[in-house]
């Protein structure tokens, strides 16, 4: 009843920027939170930023000043836009909703970053 299509992941150089979507269809139940998560071979999945519904926001400590999490409750998507993008980096994306208590993932999408 509940499904996030992401998009915006690719291959950028390092100090290069990137935007991430997710379009979230869902059923008449409400939206709660919303982030992104990332994970690479080398590490767990891990939190980067997550936004509440009354619009407060969390990053995770290695990517704050660089990335800013954003929501449209309207459409109920959020974008994840990442700045100075550096090697490190570099993992599968994930969105993630909270809808009535109930966790949902979107599919991920790759960012790479070179240099």
């Known amino acids: 009843q509940v499904q996030l299509v992401e998009s915006g992941g690719g291959l950028v150089q390092a100090g290069g920027s990137l935007t991430l979507s997710c379009a979230v269809s869902?059923?008449?139940?409400?939206?709660?939170?919303m982030g992104w998560y990332r994970q690479n071979p080398n590490y767990q999945r891990e939190l980067v930023a997550m936004?509440?519904?009354?619009?407060?926001?969390n990053y995770q400590d290695s990517v704050k000043g660089r990335f800013t999490i954003s929501r449209d409750k309207g459409k109920d998507a959020v974008f994840l836009q990442m700045n100075s993008l550096k090697p490190e980096d570099t993992a599968v994306y994930y969105c993630?909703?909270?809808?009535?208590?109930?966790?949902?993932w979107g599919q991920g999408t790759q960012v790479t970053v070179s240099i």
């Open positions: 993630k909703v909270i809808s009535r208590g109930d966790d949902y």
């Open positions: 869902r059923s008449a139940f409400g939206i709660g939170a």
């Open positions: 936004i509440t519904r009354s619009g407060i926001t």
